[in-house]
């Protein structure tokens, strides 16, 4: 018995010394690297399999350091979220996609750039608001903007989420769900928010031409966003075969790797001209 309190102290005193300064080094970090506008978005393109061409793209930030390092999300939206750092960093990404899509040329009418966002920054009017009015400022069309929201962690208030949307949506700022099916919401949010686009995980894409249960998953989200008339994008599609799957069951809005990886805004302008250029 007392050595399993022993060993439980242990832990908890381990993580308190250990991980703890190391989230508040990382936190200090973040600070500084917003101070040296080191947080940068790429830029993904998103492909209609059937003509080849780009439709849009989802932003995808980088903290791109001094010394040339480019470090991913993964290692740090986290905790920018749980420090509140999350706000100044989509604030700032928001301004550089506003200023890229400003410099584009060569786009056609309906072409997009999504923004990540959490569930939290969606249930704050103040988000609709600076959006809205860092679009006007640089006067760039409000449906060149769309947002991407996950549902892997939930909404704490889901009808200020709904008002925030509902405002989003009527200026014409379309709102796609992110990670459907890994989450929270299961399909009730779209029945609850003004939700008409869903993003298919690529952890259901790699069941494709596996034995893999969770191929019945993505079936069942295909036929579930069939019935309910979504628009369906599928994300991290590597292969042939899953784009000629995909194919198959009417789903031609791709974004993978087999197509194009996350790119600076440079080369992201490039694309584009070879793209049109067919
Ligand atoms: P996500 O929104 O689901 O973005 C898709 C992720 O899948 C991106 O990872 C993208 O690079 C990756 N991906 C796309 N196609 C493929 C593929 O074919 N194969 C593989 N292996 N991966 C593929 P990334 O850029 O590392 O972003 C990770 C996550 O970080 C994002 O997942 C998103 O949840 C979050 N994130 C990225 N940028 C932002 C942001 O500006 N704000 C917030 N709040 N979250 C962000
Ligand atoms: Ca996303
Ligand atoms: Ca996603
Ligand atoms: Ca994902």
């Known amino acids: 018995m007392v050595n399993v309190f022993l060993c439980i102290l242990l832990v908890i005193t381990c ?11 990382i936190k200090m970090a973040i600070d500084r690297g917003i101070k040296r506008k080191e947080f940068i978005p790429f830029y993904q393109p998103i492909i209609n399999s059937m003509t080849g ?3 849009g793209c989802e932003s995808l930030i980088r903290w791109c350091k001094a010394n040339g390092e480019i470090i991913s999300p993964a290692n740090f939206i986290d905790i920018a979220e749980q420090n509140k750092q999350i706000y100044e960093i989509t604030d ?5 996609v506003t200023n890229d899509i400003a410099k584009l040329n060569n786009i056609s009418d309906d072409f997009f750039v999504s923004i990540n966002v959490v569930p939290r920054q969606l249930q704050n009017q103040t988000f609709a608001t600076k959006l809205l009015n860092t679009l006007s400022a640089n006067k760039v069309s409000n449906h060149r903007i769309s947002i991407e929201v996950t549902e892997r962690t939930p909404f704490t208030d889901l009808s200020s989420a709904k008002a925030v949307m509902q405002r ?16 929270f919401g299961g399909f009730s949010y779209f029945q609850e928010l003004p939700i008409r686009t869903l993003k298919i995980d ?5 069941t494709i031409g596996t034995s893999d249960v969770k191929a019945n998953i993505l079936n069942a989200i295909i036929s579930f966003g069939k019935k309910a008339k979504l628009t369906m994008i599928a994300e991290g599609v590597e292969t042939q075969e899953q784009v000629n799957y995909l194919k198959t069951q009417g789903i031609f809005l791709i974004q993978g790797f087999f197509y194009a990886k996350p790119m600076p805004f440079s080369d992201l ?10």
């Open 53 to 55: 061409s780009i439709v």
């Open 202 to 206: 690529k952890m259901f894409i790699d």
């Open 92 to 96: 700032v990404l928001i301004s550089h």
């Open 269 to 278: 302008e490039k694309y584009i001209d070879n793209n049109m250029k067919g």
């Open 15 to 25: 993580i308190f010394l250990g991980l703890r300064p190391q989230r508040r080094t």
């Open 168 to 183: 989003l949506v009527d200026n014409h700022i379309g709102i796609k769900l992110d990670d459907a099916g890994t989450g």
